[in-house]
């Protein structure tokens, strides 16, 4: 991957490093959470819930184009041992809306292209509903992104946005700060041809809102996502999408950080355009 000096995410005109500032006092006590407290997991379940009512909106609104969203693949034409590895040329000099853009048309572009619409779809601008419309139109092809709105609309809805602590134009309480960024791990080539190919991300998710009287601290998730993209307009495009759980590593042993600390951290370290 190649760092720059990308603005965040969270701002279309200003994208690549979320900045989030967690009031005191510190909502993890500075105790570790290898045993999360019953009022947490109920928290985190609620959490989890609602993020896969959206999936499943998402999912619903990409069926019937004739390609598979779950990324699984047959036997036959799963991809060998091939690790994620620089090849040592810049995937973009261009951005549209703060998001990379025009991205080679080789096999590593589009895994370029994969990761970095993983970083904006995760991003907490799909919160927005006039942010979200400009990714739709920017990362699908026309007739995905025109099939895709209403379902979307409907998934990123106010009781929805409630659930995640935000209110109906997606803004998080005064004194608090709603964090939702994709980081990817590595890329696998499911399908290439110079018209379309199929993209898998391993990415580790964070979400949660920061603040201290949030009852959802920022937690972590291990997801798959697929994208299936077509060569159109001199770009890759996002024909449809879908993720799945995993694969997830064995959680460490690691002390949770303060609050003061989780908010230096996201302040001081941006984001990247990720290249193959």
Not at 145 to 168: N, T, V
Not at 237 to 253: E, F, M, R
Request: no cysteine; charged share 20%; proline share 7%.
């Amino acid at each position: 991957m190649t760092s720059g000096d990308e603005q965040a995410y969270t701002d279309y005109d200003d994208t690549g490093h979320t900045r989030t500032r967690l009031p005191e006092p510190d909502p993890y006590g500075g105790a570790p959470r290898r045993t999360p407290h019953r009022s947490s997991s109920r928290s985190l379940v609620t959490v989890v819930g609602v993020v896969v009512l959206l999936i499943a909106a998402i999912a619903f609104a990409n069926r019937g184009d004739g390609s598979s969203s779950d990324g699984s693949t047959a036997k036959s034409d799963r991809p060998g041992s091939a690790p994620t590895a620089p090849s040592g040329t810049r995937p973009v000099d261009t951005k549209s809306a703060g998001v990379p853009t025009v991205f080679a048309h080789t096999e590593q572009g589009a895994q370029s292209a994969a990761s970095n619409y993983a970083v904006a779809l995760g991003s907490t601008d799909m919160f927005k509903k006039n942010s979200r419309d400009r990714l739709l139109q920017l990362l699908y092809t026309p007739e995905a992104a025109a099939r895709l709105e209403g379902p979307m609309d409907q998934a990123y809805s106010a009781d929805f946005l409630a659930k995640m602590g935000l209110d109906a134009a997606g803004d998080p309480p005064s004194g608090s700060t709603f964090v939702s960024r994709v980081v990817p791990v590595g890329t696998a080539v499911q399908h290439y041809t110079d018209n379309d190919a199929k993209v898998a991300v391993w990415y580790l998710g964070l979400i949660g809102m920061a603040g201290s009287s949030s009852t959802d601290p920022v937690t972590s998730s291990w997801k798959t996502w697929t994208f299936d993209l077509r060569w159109s307009g001199g770009d890759w495009k996002i024909t449809s999408d879908g993720q799945k759980d995993g694969p997830a590593p064995v959680p460490g042993d690691d002390k949770a950080a303060t609050s003061d600390e989780i908010s230096k951290a996201i302040e001081e370290y941006g984001g990247f355009t990720y290249a193959r």
